[in-house]
Antibody, heavy 120, light 110 residues
Framework: QITLKESGPTLVKPTQTLTLTCTVS??????????VGWIRQPPGKALEWLAI???????RYNTSLKDRLTITRDASKAQVVLTLTDLDPVDTATYFC????????????WGQGHRVIVSS | QSVLTQPSSVSAAPGQKVTISCSGS????????VAWYQQVPGTAPKLLVY???KRPSGIPDRFSGSKSGTSATLDITGLQTGDEADYYC???????????FGGGTKLTVL
């Protein structure tokens, strides 16, 4: 059974750096073709694709946020970490991590989401 | 402003059919598979359709996806009140080398 769970701070201040962790189970981050992505959703707004990291450590980023985002993985800990620098109140959102199956092009399993508020 | 364009809302009566469109370009929908997700407010999105027209196990055949050129469509037949949710299309954009989503469509079952 594949599960993902996001964790991290709930309240962060503007200009600070946000670090979110996605802890996965039921699959290996090193399995060929597998990826884990991050998606966010501001309150009342649409989903926004942020980043993805693949089994061979290749990474892709939202071009609008690329300078502020970093995604890494630790297969031994079964964790994927997303950092977002220089936070602004517009970064307030629910952040989801999701599983991309082997050589597929969609997210088939999602975490429950983690709400982050950026406010002084 | 989302890369993929969806109507903000659609509505229909129980038992009827509704169509949700998703418009993109050659760099995304035109040359890549499309997925559709259903999201009940306050919960995580749920995969509804993948590879443009395939359904995960457990998704009823009332939900079907298709694509023509740079536009994709999600059809929902035999509408039920439980289908009320937000629906998002998503795909890969080869020019951006990144995933993209539509702006979402709120379905109301009258």
């Amino acid at each position: 059974q594949i599960t993902l769970k996001e964790s991290g701070p709930t309240l962060v201040k503007p200009t600070q750096t946000l670090t979110l962790t996605c802890t996965v189970s039921g699959f290996s981050l090193s399995s060929s073709g597998v990826g884990v992505g991050w998606i966010r959703q501001p309150p009342g707004k649409a989903l926004e694709w942020l980043a993805i990291i693949y089994w061979h450590d290749d990474k892709r980023y939202n071009t609008s946020l690329k300078d502020r985002l970093t995604i890494t993985r630790d297969a031994s800990k079964a964790q994927v970490v997303l950092t977002l620098t220089d936070l602004d109140p517009v970064d307030t959102a629910t952040y989801f991590c999701a599983h991309k199956g082997s050589y597929t092009f969609f997210f088939d399993y999602w975490g429950q989401g983690h709400r982050v508020i950026v406010s002084s | 402003q989302s890369v993929l364009t969806q109507p903000s809302s659609v509505s229909a009566a129980p038992g009827q059919k509704v169509t949700i469109s998703c418009s993109g370009s050659n760099s995304n929908i035109g040359n890549n598979y499309v997925a559709w997700y259903q999201q009940v407010p306050g919960t995580a999105p749920k995969l509804l359709v993948y590879d443009t027209n395939k359904r995960p196990s457990g998704i009823p055949d009332r939900f079907s996806g298709s694509k023509s050129g740079t536009s994709a469509t999600l059809d929902i037949t035999g509408l039920q009140t439980g289908d009320e949710a937000d629906y998002y299309c998503g795909t890969w954009d080869s020019s951006l080398s990144a995933g993209v989503f539509g702006g979402g469509t709120k379905l109301t079952v009258l």
